[in-house]
């Protein structure tokens, strides 16, 4: 690596999407974002914003038969903008890697063993770590000098001490299928996190924090002293919060019964607990901004969609008071949490014995940057802090290759 090599690649495989953002670790300058989605389809769209050149966003469809072409195409915008991935100022591309078992506890330099080694998560992750795989692949065969880096989706939640990893199940069947509460979103409840303690003006190790990452897909975790000791998705990201598709908490016992009595196959209650439940399943919508639309018009299902998420939020925010005992702020991030400001109100209300409250007025502040929402008097603060995954994968990907 030369010493002006700077920049970072971060890409994020989905199962017919890339997302990417070059960024320059000099000073974190974001230098092009973009897209490719519905990779194998006819009408394929490609996105390319190069912030670097203050250039406008450009957007094509046209047919991207697989990956690799996907990767040829970004790797050709970027290179239209003086920023190709043959540039000597590249020093590395990082991954985002769902999920990493218990194995991968820190970002790590893929090699093939570091490959295989994923691939052998592919039955806890089927539809994720496939496309990450092939996103690497793709990536070592346009660029096989260049280190590549995973940055793990389960990485940060590694710390968790076996009261909180294991189910109560057998222990023999549970190990021999790699059964266990991994959490996901670990990138950005590490981010998040961190920068909860810098807006408090303290070090990680000082505070505890309950994160609430509230996205289409959602989870919360307790982090004490920067590291985290409970999550609330599991051996997938099903568990836990109620989400934009997926039912979060569930008596399993749900899934027995609509097979018996319902005829439905293992498929179609996967389906039904993943795609169709949660915000959509309840009442149409999983879009908060909708869903908050049609409660002002007097809509009662979305009113009772929003109880519902609301209530279990709430129940997560209380048991991670309990698991923490001592806590110094309640962050909320991602799309909902950074812009759904009767969300976080719902969520807090009633909590004052507990040291909690928000501010109406802060809270109805909207802001890119990381800011409090509690009254000067609560005990906790509360918080929004903006969460940036793209960063932190670079963050880590450039501190691993510069090391
Ligand atoms: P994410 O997965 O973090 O991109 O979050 C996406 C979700 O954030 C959407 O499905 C919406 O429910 C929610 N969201 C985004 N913007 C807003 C907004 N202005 N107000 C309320 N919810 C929002």
Redesign the pocket.
Same mark, same amino acid.
């Given at each position: 690596m030369t010493a002006n090599a700077t920049r970072v690649l971060v890409l994020n495989s989905g199962s017919s999407s890339v997302k990417y953002q070059l960024l320059d670790m000099a000073d974190g300058a974001r230098l092009a974002v973009g897209l490719v989605e519905r990779i194998g389809e006819e009408t394929s769209r490609l996105a390319h914003t190069p912030l670097a050149t203050g250039g406008a966003k450009r957007e094509r469809e046209q047919p991207i038969a697989d990956h690799e072409a996907a990767l040829r195409a970004v790797a050709g915008e970027l290179a239209a903008d003086g920023l190709g991935l043959d540039s000597p100022e590249l020093a590395a591309i990082g991954h985002r890697v769902v999920h990493g078992g218990k194995k991968f506890t820190e970002p790590t330099v893929i090699t093939d063993e570091v490959t295989a080694e994923i691939e052998r998560l592919i039955p806890v992750a089927p539809l994720h770590n496939p496309a990450n795989i092939t996103g690497i692949r793709v990536a070592q065969a346009l660029r096989p000098d260049l280190p590549q880096v995973a940055v793990f989706d389960t990485a940060f939640h590694t710390t968790m001490p076996e009261a909180a990893a294991r189910y109560a199940i057998d222990v023999e069947t549970a190990d021999a299928h790699r059964i266990r509460r991994y959490g996901f979103h670990g990138t950005s409840h590490a981010y998040v996190s961190r920068e909860t303690a810098k807006l408090l003006g303290k070090d990680p190790s000082e505070v505890n924090v309950i994160v609430l990452h509230? %996205?289409?897909?959602a989870s919360a975790s307790a982090v004490k002293g920067g590291r985290c000791v409970d999550t609330s998705m599991g051996l997938t990201p099903l568990e836990g919060l109620v989400m %934009?598709t997926r039912s979060g908490d569930i008596d399993p016992a749900v899934i027995s019964h609509l097979a018996r009595n319902a005829g439905m196959s293992i498929d179609e209650i996967d389906s039904l607990l993943n795609k169709k439940s949660g915000l959509i399943g309840l009442c149409g919508d999983?879009?908060? &901004?909708e869903? &908050?639309r049609r409660i002002d018009a007097g809509d009662e299902r979305a009113a009772l969609a929003f109880d519902i998420y609301v209530h279990r939020l709430k129940k997560y925010i209380g048991a991670y008071y309990a698991v923490l005992g001592k806590v110094d702020a309640v962050a909320f991030t991602? %799309?909902?949490g950074?812009?759904?400001a009767p969300?976080r109100e719902a969520a807090v209300a009633g909590l004052e014995e507990l040291g909690l409250a928000v501010d109406a007025d802060l809270n109805a502040v909207r802001g890119d940057e990381a800011r409090l929402i509690s009254p000067e008097y609560a005990r906790v603060a509360v918080a929004v802090v903006p969460?940036d995954e793209e960063l932190e994968i670079a963050t880590q990907t450039y501190a691993l290759v510069s090391a």
């Open positions: 509230l %996205g289409n897909g %934009g999983n879009d908060m &901004r869903i &908050r991602a %799309g909902v950074e812009n759904a969300v969460t």
